[in-house]
């Protein structure tokens, strides 16, 4: 079964830094993409991050750009979320999901999420 | 960025009955276009992608068409289970991907 499972999520204060990760099952890690997305309360949906298969290629929201690093590990099959200079707007709960592809171009889509970790920043 | 606009913002419909979902986006996304449900307190499901292609384990109620800027979601006959929130998300041109804001399916 292909399972997504996001933890490290929490209560911070602002100005300071959490780290997600997101560990995978039941799929080939290495050669998918994979990407962050987040929702902030009563909210819809907002991309963050993203990610190649190598790990080699990586792009971000303007709103987190030098804040936020995305990162794999694909000897553990982790996806990881470096979040630094948390600012009250960074509420919000985040979604590990997982893209349809590797493949360029970069037609990608998410084919499956994880449940979420809510991060709080909030003094 | 490409901006996706979704209308309208809740829809009200009566079990069995039709619903049509409209999303369009600023420029030229082709059809790379993605469909996503959201029930309360879950995370997001894909329905359909490329415009039109429904997921694997999609009900065929399900529906989706459009290319270019225009697309449409329709699901031909309400279930309960359908009530939800449905988003559009174009990854034809990006960073950023970019989702619209949301349509809210609601019981009449």
């Known amino acids: 079964e292909v399972q997504l499972l996001e933890s490290g999520g929490g209560l911070v204060q602002p100005g300071g830094s959490l780290r997600l990760s997101c560990a995978t099952s039941g799929f080939t890690f290495s050669s998918y993409g994979m990407g962050w997305v987040r929702q902030a309360p009563g909210k819809g949906l907002e991309w963050v991050s993203a990610i190649s298969g190598s790990g080699d290629y990586t792009w971000y929201a303007d709103s987190v750009k030098g804040r936020f690093t995305i990162s794999r590990d694909n000897s553990k099959n982790t996806l990881y979320a470096q979040m630094s200079s948390l600012r009250a707007e960074d509420t919000a709960i985040y979604y590990c999901a997982k893209y349809s592809g590797d493949q360029v171009p970069r037609y990608w889509y998410f084919d499956l999420w994880g449940r979420g970790t809510q991060a709080t920043v909030s003094s | 960025e490409v901006v996706m606009t979704q209308s309208p913002a809740t829809l009200s419909v009566s079990p069995g009955e039709r619903a049509t979902l409209s999303c369009r986006a600023s420029?030229?996304?082709?059809?790379?276009l993605a469909w996503y449900q959201q029930k309360p307190g879950q995370a997001p499901r894909l329905l359909i992608y490329g415009a039109s292609t429904r997921a694997t384990g999609i009900p065929a109620r399900f529906s989706g068409s459009g290319s270019g800027t225009e697309f449409t979601l329709t699901i031909s006959s309400l279930q309960s289970e359908d009530f939800a929130v449905y988003y559009c998300?174009?990854?034809?041109?990006?960073?950023?991907?970019?989702f619209g804001q949301g349509t809210k399916v609601e019981i009449k």
């Open positions: 998300q174009q990854y034809g041109n990006w960073p950023p991907q970019t």
């Open positions: 420029q030229s996304v082709s059809s790379n």
